[in-house]
């Protein structure tokens, strides 16, 4: 059995039980400052332009200032050499940005496959084999701390945190492999959320109410509050905040007559303490809770017809046995961060420890019911996967690096991450009208895990800055994974099994890049960089069976020429660049004895273009757009007894073509300390081909969807009231497909979609 991903487990399930039944049972740059001052001055030089100044301040006729940490240092984006998106805390809070489907098409080259609230695989280049795909090829850290699983074991792909903005100074997207800096999982790049650091100088708070209507849906609420308090002044700081959110839902079960079954309750907070004894040492602490829950999101999506794509039981309905769809996740983590600056080198020590608790009881009376209910003579037989998930993460990391103003400029680094990973899956029988138990022989049970990876690496860069104009950066990463994985299993339909296996390996990644400034606002760039994913046992593969125990690592390389410039004394900005990634020994499944598991074969390439522009023709008015296209595909054919794919075959779920288009106007209203302003953002998803199948059969095609914005508000001394509308049109794009059974067309669909038309408003004060 597969634990990568609920939906992928239910069809290997589904496949062994078929056969199961057949036969008997058993079978960087110099500007800037560096990332290691204390988070405090970071913070207060992150954004020029943010919340306050936006919204208080005479508008400036200039580009605000954007300083990243993209390298693990602090530095203008401009001077950076690679593609690096900002979002900011202005523009995440007016646009009420609640997750990755609310600006990911901001993003160039960022695509999403989403099956709702909670469950998202982010893409970056097209580098994604589709929503089958078991590991994460894009990292996600909060500040310096990685987050989420490193292996297939916990649904790390998938199960990734859609952080609640409300706290956040910005947003970070890496574009391309960040393999020697961050490490694994960064295929296609890594987006960083930025947290809002202490401030040790003056106490502030915040509090905020917002509520939203879903067209054919129901209503929903949030509520917020953050505070920031100087306990000693100058030297030590806590911030604290707090939100809920009730997220309204619009799916109607036509089972049991629910609606909004697709309705979540999100809830979390984030503690910070800063203590700067002096202006060369800092130590961060924090601490961060994210829940949800909802108890019908595990059944997402809408039934569809596989051949129109049209709802099988009309809009927006679906189909699901009575006493299913529980869906809760619990984020926990924890850091601890220490910078000492010696004046020679600045030392960074970063400590995280992180939980995730998954549970999910998800129908699958569309695979079993047509199987099971004959052999056992039920009429109305339903039937379920009860699957919780615990996953703890301990990392540490610790970086010496050199000033940036150095001609030869260095850094050092060692990390070390431990990953124990609990996987339960159990199958269960019920009346499906009334959800009441029915007495069965155990039907299937399994229990993956402990697995338990280690990792240990040690990485270093060299910048040789030859003139004040080029710069050339080298670097490498050496890392010694070592994974042991032990599965138990019984049941009527899977039988007994009991086993242990190990893996290793020792992937080298690898930078190569020099850059030139033409003057202090264009620079061209060449990026030569690799990254990896690791490889391990094999899940849900009994010894004997003839199949590989363990997989391999896959291996991305990108090539990349990029331009970033500043015009117009500074009103306009764009930045532009071309690049290929050669994707080899990518991880894809295989078939043998009833079982699906990992194995490493074929390529993949993606090549494109992604450009990104903003202006500010006028004091207050500010305008953006980035299109970006790419062509991901099949380099060979895929292994035989797998996924059906050949070669040139397009990359599941990504776009040809994307774009976006955006604007945000910020004016007086006559006196008294009355502003406003105005803005939206206009977006388009191209088309693109769903997963590969496992027969060879036609893959379906989605259709390109756009999706249109808008937002107004007032500002009145601290107080902000805003209107605002996502999705005007009420555009139906698809954002991710899988079938309801294991005949890849003969059976419906769930389709899940972008989110109905939603108008809301929200108000907050400030203290």
């Known amino acids: 059995m597969e634990h990568c991903c609920p939906r992928y487990i239910r069809r290997r399930i589904g496949l062994a039980v078929a056969l199961a039944l057949a036969s008997p049972p058993g079978v960087a740059a110099q500007a800037g400052d560096e990332a290691g001052k204390p988070p405090a001055q970071d913070g207060a030089a992150a954004f020029a332009g943010g919340r306050a100044q936006d919204a208080r301040q005479p508008p400036s006729t200039r580009l605000g200032t954007v300083i990243v940490t993209a390298n693990k240092r602090s530095e203008r984006s401009q001077d950076v050499p690679m593609a690096v998106s900002v979002l900011d805390d202005t523009r995440l809070e007016r646009q009420n940005a609640l997750g990755f489907a609310d600006y990911a098409a901001q993003v160039p080259g960022l695509n999403i496959i989403s099956s709702g609230a909670g469950w998202t695989q982010l893409v970056l280049r097209g580098v994604t084999s589709g929503s089958r795909q078991p590991n994460a090829t894009v990292g996600t850290y909060i500040d310096d701390m990685p987050f989420g699983s490193s292996t297939v074991y916990a649904a790390g792909s998938v199960l990734t945190p859609d952080i609640d903005p409300g706290d956040l100074q910005r947003i970070e997207v890496l574009r391309g492999p960040q393999g020697t800096l961050y490490g694994s999982n960064t295929l296609g790049g890594l987006l960083k959320f930025v947290t809002t650091p202490p401030d040790t100088t003056q106490a502030s708070a915040r509090a905020g109410f917002s509520t939203s209507h879903v067209d054919g849906g129901g209503s929903g ?46 809830s979390g907070g984030r503690a910070q303490l800063l203590w700067t004894p002096d202006d060369k040492v800092s130590v961060r602490f924090s601490a961060l809770a994210q829940n949800l829950g909802s108890d019908g999101l595990a059944n997402q999506g809408i039934d569809v017809d596989p051949a129109t794509l049209r709802p099988v039981q009309g809009w927006p309905n679906q189909a699901r046995a009575a006493g299913t769809g529980m869906f809760k996740i619990k984020y926990r983590l924890y850091g601890l961060t220490v910078n000492a600056d010696f004046g020679w080198a600045r030392l960074v020590s970063t ?6 608790r998954f549970n999910e009881n998800t129908d699958i009376t569309s695979v079993y019911g047509p ?5 056992f003579g039920l009429d109305d037989g339903g039937y379920s996967e009860l699957q919780p998930i615990a996953l703890n993460k301990a990392t540490q990391e610790l970086r010496l690096q050199s000033p940036a103003d150095r001609t030869w400029e260095w850094r050092a680094g060692a990390f070390f991450t431990r990953e124990h990973t609990t996987d339960d899956q159990d199958i269960l029988g019920f009346d499906a009208r009334t959800g009441a138990p029915i007495a069965l022989p155990t039907l299937g049970s399994v229990s993956v895990g402990p697995a338990v990876f280690r990792e240990w690496a040690g990485y270093g860069d060299l910048t040789w800055h030859a003139t004040p104009r080029l710069g050339i950066l080298v670097g490498a990463r050496y890392s010694s994974d070592s994974t042991s994985y032990t599965q138990t299993s019984s049941g009527l339909l899977i039988g007994d099994a009991h086993f242990t296996t190990r893996g290793s390996d020792h992937p080298v990644t690898y930078l190569f890049n020099p850059s030139y400034k033409f003057g202090d606002d264009l620079m061209a760039y060449l990026r030569v960089a690799s990254g990896f994913r690791p490889g391990g046992p094999n899940v849900g593969v009994p010894p004997g069976l003839g199949a590989p125990l363990t997989f391999g690592p896959d291996k991305l390389v990108n090539y990349e020429l990029g331009l970033k410039s500043l015009l117009l004394d500074r009103r306009m900005s764009v930045e532009a660049d071309v690049f290929y990634i050669d994707w080899s020994k990518v991880q894809l499944t295989a078939t043998a004895g009833g079982f699906s598991f990992l194995g490493n074969g074929g390529r993949a390439t993606s090549r494109g273009a992604e450009l990104s522009w903003s202006y500010r023709p006028l004091a207050g008015l500010t305008l953006w757009a980035n299109a970006t296209y790419t062509n991901a595909r099949l380099a060979a054919d895929t292994p035989a007894g797998g996924i059906y794919g050949l070669k040139g075959d397009p990359l599941p779920y990504v776009p040809k073509w994307s774009a976006n288009l955006g604007a945000d106007y910020n004016f007086p209203l006559g006196g008294g300390g009355w502003s406003g302003f105005v803005g939206g953002n206009l977006s388009y998803v191209g088309a693109r081909a769903s997963d590969f199948n496992s027969t060879p059969a036609p893959r379906m095609h989605l259709s390109g969807y756009n999706n249109l914005d808008l937002h107004a508000g007032v500002n009145y001394a601290n107080w902000t009231v805003e209107v605002y509308a996502k999705n005007l049109a009420d555009r139906r794009g698809i954002t991710a497909m899988w079938p309801e059974t294991l005949g890849e067309t003969s059976g419906p669909y769930q389709a899940s979609y972008q989110a109905p038309r939603t108008i809301g408003m929200s108000a907050s004060v400030e203290f």
């Open 351 to 356: 400590t995280s420890y992180g939980t995730l």
């Open 221 to 266: 609420y949030g509520a917020r509050a953050s505070a920031n308090l100087p306990l000693v002044a100058d030297t030590l700081g806590l911030r604290v905040s707090v939100y809920h959110r009730d997220d309204p839902g619009y799916i109607r079960n036509v089972v049991t007559g629910r609606s909004e079954i697709d309705e979540a309750k999100v």
């Open 371 to 375: 199987v099971l209910n004959p052999l």
